[in-house]
T-cell receptor, first 115, second 113 residues
């Protein structure tokens, strides 16, 4: 069973417009949510995170919104740029026992920003 | 500072052969994670270490897979014998303490013929 779901495998957006990537989760015990960006032939790189006690976190063109009641988060990119074209992974942090935490990842959404 | 280093970047082998993937975490990071990425299952955690000790290996698919961390700067993931269904990209990641963010290496693309 997938605890973190990204239901859109791909998304195309015009340059300059807003990109909205969505993520749903099932485990209410997750305490942090993260977004990673991945270019081909590279490892995922951290983009932005949000604590479960917040509903919004902003970093430049990137904003993450969290709706705990709906168990839903979204990443907004404004304005979108061609260099944003990549696969975006949603991840959630949960307690794994032995005093530690681990991340559970969604399957990713491929964003294409069209010039 | 150097990031997480993985070698080799690409590995092509024949079914039945032993495969060893290597990882050097970021200096000072005490957690090390091994992930596998496939189209079907996405990015899944195989095993992770804290201070060189395996903590959770419940994601290791079967006994053909083993991982070791002999010291704070080196870890290996071994598959013996390898099978075509093991073909995937394997990532290593490291983390300092209970920080939220994990840092990923560039991955090893494994192809088993």
């Amino acid at each position: 069973d997938q605890q973190v779901k990204q239901n859109s495998p791909s998304l195309s957006v015009q340059e300059g417009r807003i990109s909205i990537l969505n993520c749903d989760y099932t485990n209410s015990m997750f305490d942090y949510f993260l977004w990673y960006k991945k270019y081909p032939a590279e490892g995922p790189t951290f983009l932005i995170s949000i604590s479960s006690i917040k509903d919004k976190n902003e970093d430049g063109r990137f904003t993450v919104f969290l709706n705990k009641s709906a168990k839903h988060l979204s990443l907004h990119i404004v304005p979108s740029q061609p260099g944003d074209s990549a696969v975006y992974f949603c991840a959630a942090r949960g307690y794994s026992g032995a005093g530690s935490y681990q991340l559970t990842f969604g399957k990713g959404t491929k964003l294409s920003v069209i010039p | 500072d150097a990031g997480v280093i993985q070698s080799p970047r690409h590995e092509v082998t024949e079914m039945g052969q032993e495969v060893t993937l290597r990882c050097k975490p970021i200096s000072g990071h005490d957690y090390l994670f091994w992930y596998r990425q496939t189209m079907m299952r996405g990015l899944e955690l195989l095993i992770y270490f804290n201070n060189n000790v395996p903590i959770d290996d419940s994601g290791m698919p079967e006994d053909r897979f083993s991982a070791k961390m002999p010291n704070a700067s080196f870890s290996t993931l071994k598959i013996q014998p390898s099978e075509p269904r093991d073909s995937a990209v394997y990532f290593c990641a490291s983390r300092r303490g209970l920080a939220v963010e994990q840092f990923f290496g560039p991955g090893t693309r494994l192809t088993v013929l």
